[in-house]
């Protein structure tokens, strides 16, 4: 489980990546910025244990697509 400290690094890290993916996806500044926030609270409450940064990484981007591709159903 990520601290505060680590959550908040995390997010002004990969804030703007995760706002580009979806803006590509969705083209709508409205919906990116609702899945930034979704993706970003999923990352609050996940009790997940990451080995890395890059498996930080990896693990926000497939989110992002996957709630990307929600909201296309």
């Known amino acids: 489980m990520l601290t505060d400290i680590e959550f908040e690094n995390i997010v ?3 804030a703007n990546m995760i706002f580009r993916i979806a803006f590509g996806y969705l083209k709508c500044i409205e919906d990116a910025n ?3 926030q979704d993706v970003l609270i999923q990352l609050y409450v996940s009790d997940k244990d990451f080995e ?3 498996h ?3 693990w926000i981007i497939r989110v992002t697509i996957n709630k990307c591709k929600k909201i296309f159903k």
Do not use: W
Request: hydrophobic share 25%; proline share 0%.
């Open 52 to 54: 890395s940064q890059e």
């Open 12 to 14: 002004h890290q990969y």
């Open 34 to 36: 609702d899945v930034v």
């Open 56 to 58: 930080i990484r990896n």
